[in-house]
């Protein structure tokens, strides 16, 4: 899944791929969610509609 979101979107992607995570320090106040799986990655801050269509593709909707 992660390849082929940094294949599928790497036009708004800055820097660094799309990748997997643990909690980031801002996380670590909020036990309830440490377990949760995460990606991160840099986005353009451009292609809104693009971003969406990610969002998609991870949450299974596409």
Sequence with gaps: MIDRLNRHFADILT???VR???ALPAEADD???LQLPRLLMR???EDFARLR???DMINGVV
């Design 31 to 33: 036990p309830d969610t």
């Design 53 to 55: 269509q990610m969002i």
């Design 15 to 17: 820097g660094n791929k």
């Design 20 to 22: 997997e995570t643990d």
């Design 43 to 45: 986005f353009n801050r």
